[in-house]
């Protein structure tokens, strides 16, 4: 009974991590310049840098990079 749960975890593990590699790709390649202007023209090596995190952090940011998100509100006033 364990082994099924611990199955199902580590499988649910994969198709998170699998499904991250997959957006952040995406993100990379065409969402990249809808939330951050600053990131258009990045090299490959900044991209290199974001991957990890965009795999990890794929659900928060695939939503904003849909809609559009523009500039953070920190980016827009310095004062907050």
């Known amino acids: 009974m364990y082994d099924r749960i611990a199955e199902g975890i ?9 499904l991250g590699i997959l957006a952040a790709l ?9 939330i951050d202007s600053e990131g258009k023209g990045s090299g490959i090596g900044f991209r290199a ?6 795999v990890a952090l794929w659900p928060l940011l ?12 920190e980016q827009r006033d310095p004062h907050r």
């Open 10 to 18: 580590v499988l649910a593990a994969y198709g998170y991590v699998v």
């Open 26 to 34: 995406l993100f990379l390649v065409f969402g990249l310049e809808r």
């Open 49 to 54: 840098i974001i991957f990890p995190g965009l």
């Open 62 to 73: 695939l939503p904003r990079a849909v809609r559009g998100g523009g500039e953070a509100p």
